[in-house]
């Protein structure tokens, strides 16, 4: 319990321990263990970055950013039935990247509103979910500009990929390896959009919706 607590401690006070005036804010919290929850909260501020490493089973992350800009999110894990929720509201120049490297029932759930969102999950394993919900826009018109943007990896059998998206200039990718795996993207936009989905193996579903 000590470990717990004094790791979510750490991550909280980085995050409140600077103002928003300032370049440069960092919280990055590291956990070895089992049962474990983290969280980060980092509200408006610019420049801002997150770390977290998790090495156990049925560890929880949770990080949010809301009112920020040039901001990063990553989070690592390592085990069984984890989970990781990333939110990011009202910024620009969002990242947030997120790695399971193995395990069995995991699950990562990354919600992004703003301009210019990128996010990346990468899961190894059997069993596991990712969704990816975006709405949002680039800094400015045309192909050229970076917009939002989705990729996922799936390492596995019977895991689940969905990529939500809404707003102008859009791209979402998924890959999976492995057999009886499942695909979703739903993309609305008036501008460019971009989807596709790659599979390799056997009794995959894959889904793509355009409007």
Same mark, same amino acid.
């Given at each position: ?108 759930? =990354?919600?992004?509103? *703003?301009? %210019?969102? +990128? /996010? @990346?999950?990468?899961?190894?394993? !059997? #069993? $596991?979910? &990712? ?31 969905? =990529?939500?998206?809404? *707003?102008? %200039?859009? +791209? /979402? @990718?998924?890959?999976?390896?492995? !057999? #009886? $795996?499942? &695909? ?28």
């Amino acid at each position: 319990m000590s470990i717990k607590l004094s790791a979510l401690a750490l991550g909280l006070g980085l995050a409140f321990g600077a103002s928003g005036a300032m370049a440069q804010v960092s919280a990055t919290i590291e956990q070895r263990g089992s049962f474990n929850d983290s969280a980060i909260l980092q509200d408006d501020v610019s420049g801002s970055s997150v770390s977290i490493s998790v090495r156990g089973d049925r560890n929880d992350a949770d990080v949010t950013q809301d009112e920020v800009s040039n901001s990063t999110v990553w989070v690592t894990q390592s085990g069984d039935n984890g989970d990781v929720e990333v939110d990011q509201e009202d910024g620009t120049n969002l990242l947030a990247t997120v790695t399971q490297r193995w395990g069995w029932g995991n699950e990562v759930e =990354i919600d992004q509103e *703003g301009r %210019n969102a +990128t /996010a @990346h999950v990468t899961q190894g394993g !059997s #069993y $596991n979910d &990712a969704e990816i919900d975006q709405s949002g826009s680039s800094s400015y018109f045309g192909w050229g500009s970076s917009g939002v943007a989705a990729y996922v990896t799936q390492y596995g059998r019977g895991n689940d990929a969905e =990529i939500t998206q809404t *707003g102008r %200039n859009l +791209t /979402a @990718h998924i890959n999976q390896y492995g !057999s #009886y $795996n499942e &695909a979703e993207i739903s993309q609305r936009s008036t501008r460019p959009h971009v989807a596709s989905i790659s599979q390799w193996g056997y009794r995959n579903d894959a889904s793509i919706t355009q409007r």
